[in-house]
């Protein structure tokens, strides 16, 4: 199957469960590639999609722990090719879609056309581009099409409503909708009652999947959203959970943070 099946296999097959899809989001490399890849491992049978974030100096969409993860992977040797290395390690036919997460400069100053080949290379199933607006996506498009690779779109909090249903169409695997204005952060409390406006419009105008994003970080957020979306995302709580650990205890923390959102959704 190529990326963009398999990640709407992972998402009818929570529908199916009656359950959502649940999506951690782990940085590269943080706190170093041996706890990241041990921890890819363990988690694989119990989420639906994975996205491996690759470090980047200048992370505009990502709040303080995202960064300071970043930073760390950074300053640790962790580099474009050792995070689809990462990817490719964990990648299997069976297990969960992986999808990277990165920004356009990086991607520009690799190639992008080698970027793309190489995500095929490593089995990742696409990658999320926050930066990149959905009047220049086409030359990513054009790379990542013909490989099958998915590139799902991001819906901001003031992204008008005609707006949101074009990005949504241009849209592959699932529609990501940013929960709340701002950067990446546990710290804050999602609004649900505009994320189940928003998602009830945008279902008006996409039968893509909705994943929801940016703060959530509790059980009860996983429930919330269980109920009005398809996919809930999970970035810096998770972080924030094995933050300072490595190796085996690094696992069982982050084991222990997933079950207890699982056992919600």
């Not at 950074?74 to 050792?82: E, P, V």
């Not at 909090?157 to 949504?168: Q, V």
């Not at 398809?230 to 079950?259: K, M, N, P, Q, T």
Request: hydrophobic letters at 50%; charged letters at 20%; aromatic letters at 6%.
């Amino acid at each position: 199957m190529s990326g963009v099946e398999r990640i709407a296999a992972a998402f009818a097959r929570a529908k199916a469960e009656r359950r959502v899809a649940l999506i951690p989001y782990l940085c590269a490399g943080d706190p170093d590639a041996a706890t990241t890849a041990a921890i890819l491992a363990a988690i694989a049978p119990s989420v639906d999609v994975i996205e491996i974030g690759i470090p980047y100096g200048d992370p505009l969409a990502d709040g303080p722990t995202i960064a300071a993860a970043a930073q760390r992977a950074l300053d640790g040797g962790m580099t474009i090719d050792g995070a689809l290395a990462l990817a490719r390690d964990a990648s299997r036919e069976d297990g969960p879609p992986i999808i990277m997460f990165t920004y356009v400069n990086p991607i520009v100053q690799y190639g992008l056309e080698r970027f793309a080949e190489a995500m095929f290379a490593a089995g990742a199933a696409g990658a999320i581009v926050p930066d990149v607006p959905l009047e220049e996506i086409g030359p990513i498009r054009s790379a990542f099409a013909p490989r099958g690779l998915a590139l799902p779109l991001l819906v901001a909090p003031t992204t008008p409503l005609e707006r949101a249903a074009g990005i949504a169409e241009a849209s592959d695997g699932f529609v990501y909708l940013v929960s709340r204005l701002g950067v990446t952060s546990a710290q804050r409390e999602p609004d649900f009652d505009w994320i189940a406006g928003r998602v009830a419009r945008l279902r008006e105008r996409t039968p893509k999947p909705i994943a929801v994003g940016f703060g959530i970080a509790t059980p009860e957020h996983v429930r919330r959203v269980s109920a009005i979306a398809d996919g809930a995302i999970v970035g810096s709580a998770l972080i924030d959970a094995c933050a300072g650990y490595r190796g085996d205890e690094a696992v069982a923390r982050v084991g222990a943070f997933l079950e207890g959102l699982a056992a919600t959704a």
